[in-house]
């Protein structure tokens, strides 16, 4: 093995935190890094942001050996425009995080900042992969499938989505299932407001027949249309949809969960008796909850980029940081980024191959 | 008063009901009128279907002195095409039910069936209102809002929806809010990706400025953009959206209902202790149930046709079947359609006004 291979192999098991996006700021972002190195034995990180604040945090929690600290003077606050931090955004944290995964000093980048903005600074320092048009969000959605997860994508990259974007997203959620999460043949379902061939909207009629088409190549099994109700079933183990569907299906689901907990603990807070009963429920409500936890699977993964690029809740605590540095960390050791740029390749070569 | 509009009150409150629609046949269709009759003692009603299989269930509950059979030999199926239902469909039940609210021999109509087919044969018979482009379909949506419920249009009844077609919505769900529910003053909002007045798409923009303007002479509040997980809050009384949308964001709800509903079941049975400790919490569980129990508020409202119907859920059991006759019920006495009617004609009046 060579010196440079030996480099790129460990360069993979790095991962480049922006430590000062999320809403708890960088104490919150540095305990997650601590988690993650009970799960991860050889991760390393390249940590983003003002020296001496993470300096004292990094050696308060006996760090030191997995972290390196890459200095940057400001940070992208969650007002930010996009098109303003794309343009002005070069001192931040967050623009330097995205650095190292484009110069390859890490595997993947992990960040809890807005966005728009990350988005932003994602295309323009990592680029486009070749052959895609839009690239994508996806995030894991709570299921009865055997990883207790679905893939669902695009949540908000952009609004549009025409039958080609709807295709590459297709092969981008299949692959991101592969790679991340040992779905051998993972079944795409497009979503629609019924299963029925002949219904829906015309861009998804077209997408239907050029996923049908590219399920062979693309090494997945299409099901056809899927409605709102099957996101959460273990029929399908990528959603497929344009980025304005998607995010209001994402934010739709989220209010739902946040009603029937708060109904559920008003109900367990109604009457003395109630609240004696909740005492005995303890232990099937933290186990409810353990199932439902958004903090474990939190992380939605930038896909067509030339780099993976994982975006966590602004509001996750340590365990969420975790979990989005789980991910990132699997991605880059497994070199999702090359293995998906193969497939969109391979795919969009089959594809001309059929047209000529 | 004269015979004719003696007559003409006393037909509000009677309802017209298609008995073979729904999953569980006419028996569960006449056990939900008795229910009814228990709310509202002087209501009546109109029950089209096969004389021979409705009059022994009518007389078992003993309902004869409120009910009417109106003799239908066939049945719209959950199969049919809304197509061929236009065109082959008079001898039905689900026809006759909705001839009755033409021929005004009925306030409002009730089917439990086909809901393609229902809305196919509503504006049929009973035609758009003056103004209105594409009726919508309206539901409740449970929350945490004065009434326990929002209202949420469209949901389906069309997948397209333009700028003017969202204005529309919003004056006829604000009608629906004021007249249905007594909510004086509703706060309409808009369903986009974001609540910044840039964010989402062009329609949905050109529509923001629209209704903004029409709020005052709708006697409604526009509230601006709400997102996903507005809808069951209590800053809304109204969501606006288009058919495609609407309808995901709903049958995205009854999946993450769904999936929380049987973790909660699996939490609950996970060991001897956890199944004691359901004995425990029946009452909070059972008040939970009651809170979001979508057969409470069971009843999508077409709106924008001369003619009120209501859309029961299929699967809806008497209960159910119960609370849909009780809306249409409401709306037929508080002469709903014939206001929705002068609201819109009012409003397009003051724009057309506006724009000379």
Redesign the interface.
Known sequence: MTEHSHLTVKNNTIVSVDAMGGDHGPSTIIAGLLLSTKQHSNIEFLVHGPEDKLAPLIEKHQLSKFCTIVHADSAVSMDDKPSQVMRHGKGTSMWSAITSVKQKEAGSCVSCGNTGALMAISMVRLRKLPGINRPAIAILW???GVNRFNVMLDV?AD??ADENDLLQFALMGASYARNGFGVDRPRVGL?N?GTEEHK??TELKLAYDLIMDTAETGNFEFVGFV???????AKVDVIV?D???G??????????????G???R???N??L??K???F??????R??KR??DPRAVNGGVFLGLNGTVVKSHGAADATGVAAAIGLAYRLGEAKFSTKLAARVASANGSIKEDRN
């Not at 409605?227 to 959460?232: A, H, N």
């Not at 995010?247 to 029937?260: P, Q, S, V, Y």
């Not at 005995?280 to 409500?285: H, K, R, T, V």
């Open positions: 709570p299921s009865f908000g609004i549009r979503l407001v829906g909207r409605e709102g109700s099957d996101i959460p079933t949809t980025g304005f569907t995010n209001i299906a994402l934010k739709t689901a989220e209010g739902t969960a946040g009603f029937i708060r109904s559920l008003q109900a367990f109604y009457s008796l109630s004696l009963s909740a005995f429920a303890y232990g099937p409500l186990r409810l199932h439902t």
